[in-house]
Nanobody, 122 residues
Framework: QVQLVESGGGLAQAGGSLRLSCTASGSILSILVMGWYRQAPGKQRELVATIDSGGNTNYADSVKGRFTISRGNTKNTVYLQMNSLEPEDTSVYYC????????????????WGRGTLVTVSS
């Protein structure tokens, strides 16, 4: 089994910063891509940023230039540095990983964390 555990959410003022962390653990063989998604009340879940095993990154237009995704040295951890936060960034942020496990070495799985709430006040 694989788990993704997020941390770092909380309350910030507009213009402020927060840093989210997500660590994957369990019977992981390799991770193809990790990323962050968010879902605001009454809205669909949307992509924020992803980073693949080669370090290639992808960002939603709404966060480009403000958010930075990176991976830790162990490659099982992903960070999201969020600067210049706006009230519109208020959402539950979910970590996602696509990976191979010991139980499924030839079929990749998509795994979600439980989410961490980010609230930005104006």
């Amino acid at each position: 089994q694989v788990q993704l555990v997020e941390s770092g959410g909380g309350l910030a003022q507009a213009g402020g910063s927060l840093r989210l962390s997500c660590t994957a653990s369990g019977s992981i063989l390799s991770i193809l891509v990790m990323g962050w998604y968010r879902q605001a009340p009454g809205k669909q879940r949307e992509l924020v940023a992803t980073i693949d095993s080669g370090g290639n990154t992808n960002y939603a237009d709404s966060v480009k230039g403000r958010f930075t995704i990176s991976r830790g040295n162990t490659k099982n951890t992903v960070y999201l540095q969020m600067n210049s936060l706006e009230p519109e960034d208020t959402s539950v942020y979910y970590c996602n990983a696509r990976l191979f496990t010991i139980e499924t070495p030839f079929r990749s799985l998509g795994v979600w964390g439980r989410g961490t709430l980010v609230t930005v006040s104006s």
